[in-house]
């Protein structure tokens, strides 16, 4: 019986533990035996709670113990989680995290311990919840040169948007039925400020190009701008506001930004709804592939952890190389990258064509503004050019 641990018994890691027992004769079968949690780690005490007997807060009752072999990490935040899984590895321990804040800033370093020691971080459930886009990144992409990844990588906005898109509602209205609903923390920030989808597509960039990308270089937009009257303008054009995280291998380095897309039909991410999660890969031999499911949730994302303690059962003994060098990449310079952008002015159609030339007009009916397309110019040149006119709003296309 392999002997584990789980740090931080909030929504996450109480789901490992429910997953775990629901599925413990297929776990035992598919790790070659079973895996049993010896010790929860958290500052609380759950009185009631059969958990209570296992309930340690001193994370060095885990570390210290030779029994534990598998560490969870579901605490999130960089501090404490970053002190207590370089504990568990430096003692020999193998982690699995579904920390995007802790990988996306200290993943190099720890897969260098891991790999220093003889043993294994995985992260799987950072990115994508229950969707296993890093294994397969890691394993059945080998072949492929990865051109691209574009993603909707949070659940929160992705549900926000689409209620907004059904209902006609703005955006406070849905942000308090998303906090109602759990979907949304009191803090929302992380989720409609784009910093989680931020931090999801620099572990993916890192994974793939091999070296540090760094979270605080991405060019990152959140959705508190949008409200009805784009999505009135959406409707009319035929598409769908999308939160997207996009990373592309360019001439000039990987472009990666975080921003809202009007997505026409034919792109495969339109018809991605309500809470789900789906990234799109691009490769140089495969082609196009998309994966799509649960991106959040408790059962989902315990799901994705539990898988990595399963793979670290069968590699007990040895580390499971993984490219992600600490020497930082320099990306592309985002005014430089190209795109054609929607637009909402109280400027007339005169200055608009003063500033833009020929340009493709939307009316969604709204009085006092005029809403149009603009051809494809890179972001500088857009910035110079909007510059003339009162901007009320502008959503970048998304094409394919």
Request: proline content about 3%.
């Amino acid at each position: 019986m392999i002997k584990a641990a789980v740090m931080g018994y909030g929504t996450i890691g109480s789901g490992v533990v429910e997953v775990l027992d629901i599925n413990r004769e297929l776990i035992a079968e598919r790790a070659g035996e079973g895996i049993e949690v010896k010790y929860v780690l958290d500052i609380r005490d759950f009185s009631g709670d059969p958990i209570q007997d296992k309930i340690v807060h001193d994370y060095r009752v885990i570390a210290d113990d030779p029994e534990i072999r598998i560490v969870v990490e579901t605490m999130g935040g960089v501090e404490p989680a970053y002190t207590f899984v370089k504990a568990m590895l430096t003692a020999g321990k193998h982690v699995t995290t579904s920390n995007k804040a802790l990988v996306a800033e200290k993943g190099a370093e720890l897969l260098a311990l891991a790999a220093e020691k003889n043993v294994n971080f995985m992260f799987e459930a950072s990115v994508g919840g229950g969707i296993p886009v890093i294994r397969t990144l890691l394993s059945a992409l080998t072949a492929d040169e990865i051109e691209e990844i574009t993603g909707i990588l949070n659940g929160t906005t992705n549900y926000m948007m689409t209620k907004m898109s059904r209902e006609g509602l703005e955006f406070a209205d849905v942000l308090r039925d998303a906090q109602e609903r759990g979907y949304a923390e009191r803090d929302p920030s992380a989720d409609i400020e784009g910093y989680d989808a931020c931090r999801k597509i620099a572990i993916l960039t890192s994974l793939v190009c091999g070296r540090q990308v760094d979270f605080t270089d991405i060019h990152t937009e959140g959705i508190t701008k949008i409200s009805a009257a784009d999505m009135k303008y959406a409707k009319k054009m035929g598409r769908a506001i999308k939160l997207l995280a996009v990373s592309r291998k360019t001439p000039e380095g990987y472009a990666v930004f975080v921003a809202p897309h009007l997505l026409s039909p034919e792109h495969p991410l339109y018809g991605v709804a309500d809470v789900f999660n789906a990234v799109f890969v691009h490769g140089n031999v495969l082609g196009d592939a998309m994966f799509y499911g649960s991106g959040a949730g408790k059962l989902p994302t315990a799901s994705a952890v539990v898988a990595d303690m399963v793979g670290l059962a069968r590699h007990m003994d040895c580390n499971i190389p993984v490219e992600w060098k600490p020497e930082k990449i320099t990306l592309a310079e985002f005014d430089r990258l190209e795109n054609a952008f929607f637009v909402r002015t109280a400027s007339g159609r005169d200055a608009v064509e003063a500033a833009f030339g020929r340009t493709d007009y939307v009316d969604a009916g709204i009085e006092g503004e005029t809403g149009f397309v603009t051809s494809v110019m890179t972001e500088a040149e857009f910035k110079a050019k909007a510059a003339a006119l009162d901007v009320r709003s502008v959503i970048r296309l998304g094409n394919r």
